[in-house]
Nanobody
Framework: QVQLVESGGGLVQAGGSLRLSCAASGGTIMTYGMGWFRQAPGKEREFVAADIWTGGRTYYTDSVKGRFTISRDNAKNTVYLQMNSLKPEDTAIYYC?????????????????WGQGTQVTVSS
């Protein structure tokens, strides 16, 4: 059974940066697309970023383009989300997930393994 564990969340001032990590165990991420999603209080879980298994193509929701970067280290079985120029509206619980195929995308139902989430709070 694949387990994903996120870390790196916390409290940061607007304009600051955080780097989230998602470490996988019990299975590989090497041949799977990976995604990051977030859920703010009272809102549905939404897509943030995804990649394909080679790491050669990435996708972002419009609100984070130019500020967030998804990357992976297959040797460490870990995926990252570098978040710069953070805004209060980025406040949410951030989840990583493994896609069912090698091509990550924005469709939640196509991810079969999820982490427990890490809280990111951006103060104004």
């Amino acid at each position: 059974q694949v387990q994903l564990v996120e870390s790196g969340g916390g409290l940061v001032q607007a304009g600051g940066s955080l780097r989230l990590s998602c470490a996988a165990s019990g299975g590989t991420i090497m041949t799977y697309g990976m995604g990051w999603f977030r859920q703010a209080p009272g809102k549905e879980r939404e897509f943030v970023a995804a990649d394909i298994w080679t790491g050669g193509r990435t996708y972002y929701t419009d609100s984070v383009k130019g500020r967030f970067t998804i990357s992976r280290d297959n040797a460490k079985n870990t995926v990252y989300l570098q978040m710069n120029s953070l805004k209060p509206e980025d406040t949410a619980i951030y989840y990583c997930a493994r896609h069912k195929t090698g091509w990550g995308n924005r469709v939640l139902d196509e991810y079969d393994y999820w982490g427990q989430g890490t809280q990111v709070t951006v103060s104004s």
